[in-house]
């Protein structure tokens, strides 16, 4: 059970002038507070010396207050943990008596809210409630440097000055900028300066800041079919009108763009490792994408999300590279190669466009913490990262190569594999059947999460129909010796279809 602050003081306002007793006024408080939950069950209340100090009372009100409460149920002594709140509170006050989450979702009715707010749909899906075999994201926890990470977090709180406590630039820390513009110059062939990276709360939040820097209400945007839905996300709220365009062998299928809609604001792509399918967008495909985006005046918003972990070549250079005219917006995440919880993501923004950006970023919140940052610095240009990197590829490799190997021998001709040669994922397809492909992936991964399998459906990465149902198998997190296990409990899922 989720613990709740212990020793709280409720919102109470005691006034000497009013003809109730003061008493009567802190019990009237309390009470209130527990019938409508916003003192839970179990919870510690401030002991009377401490409740009387608060209000500026003598303790006598308060005391005849707490007598009342205990002697009525609401609250309870126990020994070692003061007074709490009661666990079982009289039936008599709480059958009858609206909650505070029913009374807000009864208002809420009676009021406008945005349409903006109607086009997400809060997504509860059973695959995405768990850890374990197949969660997609998730990293190896457990071969993380921890030890060299806590180091130099103690090192930086050692290091700490009144300016720590203050505001950070809202570019994000220059030592952080510099040591990333510097790795991505060498890593990923960017051409780049510090002034012209912000660092953000992942990938998303890049996004969101380049749609509403680029992109206006009604623009129409191509995205991968497949593809990554979270960015779909994004520029629906930001009114667009989506452009699906085919992904094949070679990613991204330009020409059927150029068909679909040449004059098209912005295309979002995944060059590197194509989310989901896995597929590198082909050299021809890249050079026909800039070309359009220059003879055309469109943006291109470059998500390279995974592109350190490639197993059967070097990694592969970035869009952004190739790019003369400033038309790319290349976005990163150290998600994938350290840990998600760290929120810690970038984007490379054309040098015209910086104080735009920036403009945009401070209506959105004032800059992003700035301490990983500083211990991110000293942990890449210390070379923690780079090793981190080169044991990660070492491992993910393994595991991709266990996951491959057991579904040739599992599965067969059950299924067809896709990008099995980069990231932390592969993808597999099923035959095409007479069955709607949507229903069909849903039904099984939902069965799967029962069974702790927490494969994710390949179905909504469409924008339109799904041609094939498949599903998305993150490998990052399983050890290589639960992965058999976890296929056969697959192949038991697909034979009972």
Same mark, same amino acid.
């Given at each position: ?9 409720? /919102? ?40 009387? #100090?608060?209000?500026?009372?003598? %303790? #006598? ?17 126990? &020994? ?32 406008? &809210? ?8 809060? !997504? ?14 998730? &990293? ?44 991505? %110059? ?6 780049? !300066? ?86 590198? /967008? ?27 972990? %490639? ?42 466009? &910086? ?8 209506? /959105? ?19 923690? #990262? ?5 044991? /990660? ?49 849903? !039904? ?54």
């Amino acid at each position: 059970m989720k613990k709740v602050p212990s020793g709280m003081v409720p /919102m109470i306002a005691v006034d000497r002038k009013a003809p109730e007793a003061l008493y009567r006024q802190i019990y009237n408080a309390y009470r209130a507070a527990i019938l409508d939950r916003r003192l839970r069950p179990g919870q510690r209340i401030p002991s009377t010396r401490s409740l009387a #100090f608060e209000l500026g009372v003598s %303790r #006598f009100p308060v005391l005849n207050a707490y007598a009342q409460l205990l002697a009525e149920g609401y609250l309870e002594s126990r &020994v070692g943990a003061g007074t709490v709140v009661s666990g079982s509170l009289p039936e008599q006050f709480t059958s009858s008596r609206p909650t505070g989450a029913r009374l807000l979702a009864a208002a809420s009715g009676t009021r406008p &809210v945005s349409r903006r707010s109607s086009i997400l749909r809060l !997504e509860r899906a059973p695959w995405l409630q768990g850890w374990g075999a197949f969660s997609v994201g998730q &990293v190896a926890f457990d071969h993380f440097p921890l030890q060299v990470w806590s180091s130099l977090v103690a090192r930086h709180c050692r290091k700490m000055s009144a300016r720590s406590f203050h505001y950070g630039d809202q570019m994000g820390s220059l030592a952080f900028r510099e040591t990333i513009a510097s790795y991505l %110059r060498t890593a990923r062939a960017l051409r780049c !300066e510090a002034r012209q990276l912000m660092i953000v709360s992942g990938s998303q939040q890049a996004l969101e800041i380049s749609a509403r820097v680029l992109l206006d209400p009604g623009d129409r945007v191509w995205i991968e079919e497949p593809g990554y839905r979270y960015a779909r996300d994004v520029f629906a709220l930001a009114g667009c009108q989506l452009v699906p365009v085919p992904v094949d062998q070679e990613g991204l299928d330009v020409a059927a763009g150029i068909r679909l809609c040449r004059k098209a604001r912005a295309a979002f792509v995944t060059p590197s490792h194509q989310f989901p399918l896995g597929e590198t /967008m082909s050299a021809s495909r890249r050079l026909q994408l800039l070309d359009w985006a220059q003879k055309t005046g469109s943006w291109v918003i470059e998500d390279d999300y995974d592109s350190e972990y %490639r197993y059967e070549s070097s990694p592969i250079a970035s869009l952004h590279g190739l790019d003369s005219n400033s038309s790319v917006i290349y976005i990163g995440t150290l998600s994938k190669v350290l840990f998600p919880s760290l929120r810690l993501g970038y984007v490379v923004i054309p040098a015209g466009l &910086v104080d735009r950006f920036l403009a945009i970023r401070r209506a /959105m919140d004032l800059g992003p913490p700035s301490f990983h940052q500083e211990v991110l610095a000293d942990f890449i240009s210390e070379g923690h #990262f780079a090793r981190h990197i080169r044991r /990660m590829r070492v491992l993910y490799h393994q595991r991709r190569s266990a996951l491959a190997d057991s579904i040739r021998r599992e599965l067969g001709s059950m299924v067809e594999v896709h990008g099995s040669e980069a990231g932390m994922h592969l993808t597999v397809t099923l035959p095409a059947v007479t069955l709607p492909a949507r229903s069909r992936d849903l !039904e099984i991964a939902e069965r799967a999460a029962r069974q702790k399998l927490w494969i994710w459906p390949l179905s909504p990465a469409y924008l339109g129909a799904a041609s094939r149902p498949g599903f998305i198998l993150g490998f990052g997190g399983t050890p290589v010796a639960e992965i058999p296990t976890a296929v056969r409990k697959l192949r038991n899922l697909l034979a009972g279809m």
